[in-house]
């Protein structure tokens, strides 16, 4: 029996969770390739003070992996990074990890993939399974002079730990889940925080409880308290998702939580700046329990007109206004249309993966493509991540992948790619469902792809884990026989 090499690339949420699955299934011959030097993906890139998930930690998790010791309903980053490396560690992917190796390339040259890495070699493997992730590529906005200024320059998802905090004048260009969370975090603890907004957000309140000492031993004697923890979490988590596919009552529910809450905010000016012109979930929803609270604060200051440019002391607005600062934070978010690029994937008949998605991405059931066969992808184009946990969507997809490999070292196949009828007939069925999601009811977002139309499952994630799970119809796919002598 053949056993398939296998390259993963990227060692963050999706690709450890494909790591796992394949040490469960008793797949040994695999490589995770990571460009950094440890697990963990966004959460490891990401340091920025007051990170927090907005998915409760109890649903933000593994169900392989259930962490009883969450210190809180919404955990912080630098603990869900320390999750992902100890799930890593515990089952035994330090062993098949190269940190500090990126893959750069991959040819297929009929029969197998051609990867190539930063480190100047080429290795040869059977399928390529790429678990980059769709928030890894910082955005840096288009202003002009950002390199004028004298200050300290940073994005959010590369702070500058060195970067001393205390007594400075902090601008933070940005308003979505990471503005927001700078400035809740900032406000009060430095003289001034500037907040540069171009489109006001919706906020979904909560109470981010922490657990006591009492509520963990309970979670680490009794198991299944973990287990029905996840399960109610995963049935909110499916009735919220109706208010993102259909129109009804969840969405005017969702629309009158966050309305009632910006109510919070007193002054009347100050809560107009704050006032979205759309309807909640159109953008992601941010989830915050002190964003109202400290944005009214004195020492801070909601900016709403436009940049100008930047210059050496602060940002200069369209109404000539300079605010001068000492730092200045770009929370602008990542290119989340990028997926696996830059790498520079060749598929059959020399087809290259910018040649595929000339017009945006697009894949089939999220994990394959036509014409690159034996790459499957974890959290591709048209996942459902949209206030969704990633974790989920990883382990249903690992299960597909580990499938098809399973098959292939039976023998059933050598090659396995989506037709291209089956592709365009999957998205022509999205496409068609898109109009009644809320992402198509009038806002910019970073779901929308170059078309306007949302780069989203348009269903409830708990259909697509059902589609993702059953047995793949043969229909679909080209099967290339027979199967890979030995090697």
């Not at 007051?50 to 955990?75: E, H, I, K």
């Not at 009929?110 to 928030?135: K, M, N, P, Y």
């Not at 605010?323 to 290119?335: K, Q």
């Not at 299960?399 to 989506?418: D, H, K, S």
């Amino acid at each position: 029996m053949n056993e398939p090499r296998i390259a993963v690339v990227g060692a963050g949420i999706s690709g450890i969770c494909m790591g796992v699955a394949l040490r469960r299934a008793g797949f040994t011959d695999f490589t995770i390739f990571e460009k950094a030097a440890d697990y963990g993906g966004t959460w490891r890139d990401n340091t920025y003070p007051g990170l927090v998930c907005d998915v409760p930690s109890r649903y933000y998790q593994f169900t392989f992996a259930m962490n009883p010791q969450w210190s809180q309903l919404y955990s912080a980053g630098p603990e869900i990074r320390d999750y992902l490396a100890g799930v890593a560690r515990e089952h035994g992917l330090p062993a098949h990890t190269r940190f500090g190796v990126e893959v750069v390339g991959a040819r297929f040259d009929g029969a197998a993939w051609q990867v190539h890495t930063s480190d100047g070699a080429e290795r040869i493997f059977d399928f390529v399974l790429c678990a980059t992730g769709f928030l890894h590529r910082p955005n840096r906005p288009d202003i002009a002079g950002l390199d004028d200024f004298t200050g300290t320059l940073m994005h959010s998802a590369r702070w500058d730990h060195a970067v001393e905090l205390t007594g400075k004048r902090i601008g933070v260009i940005g308003s979505g889940s990471t503005g927001t969370q700078l400035v809740s975090e900032l406000g009060g603890k430095v003289p001034k925080v500037v907040m540069f907004q171009r489109t006001p957000q919706w906020i979904l309140p909560t109470v981010n409880k922490r657990y006591r000492g009492l509520t963990k031993r309970l979670y680490r004697r009794l198991p299944l308290l973990g287990s029905a923890a996840y399960q109610v979490n995963r049935g909110f988590f499916a009735a919220f998702s109706q208010g993102l596919v259909h129109p009804g009552r969840m969405r005017s529910f969702i629309q009158w939580v966050v309305a009632r809450n910006l109510r919070s905010v007193q002054d009347p000016e100050l809560r107009r700046k704050l006032t979205p012109d759309y309807q909640a979930m159109c953008k992601r929803l941010v989830v915050s329990d002190r964003f109202y609270r400290v944005v009214q604060r004195s020492d801070v200051e909601l900016v709403t007109s436009a940049i100008d440019h930047v210059q050496d002391t602060g940002v200069v607005t369209a109404d000539g206004e300079l605010h001068e600062l000492d730092i200045l934070v770009l929370a602008t978010g990542f290119d989340s249309h990028a997926f696996m690029r830059p790498m520079a994937i060749t598929g059959t008949g020399g087809r290259t993966l910018d040649q595929a998605w000339a017009d945006g991405p697009r894949a089939f059931e999220g994990v394959m493509m036509p014409d690159f066969p034996n790459l499957f992808m974890l959290v591709g184009p048209h996942s459902p991540f949209a206030n969704h946990p990633l974790t989920a969507v990883a382990e249903a997809q690992s299960e597909r992948i580990v499938g098809w490999l399973r098959r292939w070292r039976a023998g059933e196949f050598a090659t396995i790619a989506p037709t291209a009828a089956a592709t365009n007939r999957y998205n022509a069925m999205m496409r068609a469902a898109a109009p009644s999601t809320v992402w198509t009811t009038g806002c910019r977002s970073w779901y929308l792809g170059a078309d306007g139309m949302p780069e989203l499952w348009p269903w409830s994630p708990n259909q697509y884990e059902k589609r993702i799970r059953r047995r793949p119809d043969p229909v679909d796919y080209h099967l290339g026989r027979p199967a890979l002598s030995e090697k």
